[in-house]
């Protein structure tokens, strides 16, 4: 079945940096990959997804790329502000159209 | 905002009891998932259904049982609650017509003592 990692687990940055957070996924047939967002005490929420017919996605200060020769995709943020700090988990589809989720990085993001 | 709801958002039980966490989505959505997840720890499936009549067991062994008798509910019951089975449990819920985008509820934190 599909096997997602992600790196780094933890990612301090001062505030106004970038933060990126790296994951690999091992089934070549998936074909979505989203990242979502969680607050402490809250569900995960999705910030942005990519689809494989797409290599960058941007949304304001956050950005997706997708290489699906290496299998690896990467989030991106940047201009960091004390509300991002989150913790961040990517996922990618299984054969079968479940979410495989990564095991989640926590942000800090220091003024 | 995604229309999905869980009851409760807390619980403590004493070890035992019978309890049956709640999840409702008003979206229309086929498919929902319930997941397992220690405080900012990886999500594990536990649950997941692709329509009414329709449930299998997800990645994680649980001794949880759910139901789908309707396509806006998804309960999940636990005959009898364990301390092991602290821990924080997350229903979702996604469709085809959506991507597959999966919504998440806000979680319910569940603590036998």
């Known amino acids: 079945g599909e096997n997602v990692e992600q790196h780094p687990s933890t990612l301090s940055v001062q505030e106004g940096d970038s933060a990126v957070i790296k994951c690999t996924y091992s089934d070549s047939a998936s074909n979505y990959f989203p990242w979502y967002k969680q607050e402490l005490g809250k569900g995960p929420q999705l910030i942005i997804d990519?689809?494989?017919?797409?290599g960058e996605k941007k949304d304001q200060r956050i950005a997706v790329t997708l290489n699906k020769t290496a299998k690896h995709f990467s989030l991106h943020i940047t201009e960091t502000q004390p509300e991002d700090s989150a913790v961040y988990f990517c996922a990618a589809t299984d054969s079968w159209g479940k979410l495989q989720f990564g095991a989640g990085t926590q942000v800090v993001v220091t003024p | 905002e995604a229309d999905i709801y869980q009851t409760p958002r807390y619980l403590v039980i004493g070890t035992g009891k019978k309890i049956t966490l709640e999840c409702s989505q008003t979206m229309g959505h086929d498919k929902m998932y319930w997941y397992q997840q220690d405080p900012g720890m990886e999500l594990h499936l536990i649950h997941y259904s692709y329509g009414v009549n329709s449930t299998e067991k997800g990645d994680l062994s649980s001794e949880s049982t759910v139901s789908r008798i309707r396509t806006e509910h998804f309960p999940l019951t636990l005959e009898s609650a364990r301390p092991s089975h602290t821990s924080q449990y997350l229903c979702?819920?996604?469709?085809?017509?959506?991507?597959?985008?999966?919504?998440f509820g806000p979680g319910t934190r569940l603590t036998v003592l």
């Open positions: 979702a819920s996604s469709s085809a017509d959506r991507g597959n985008e999966q919504f």
């Open positions: 990519i689809r494989s017919n797409v």
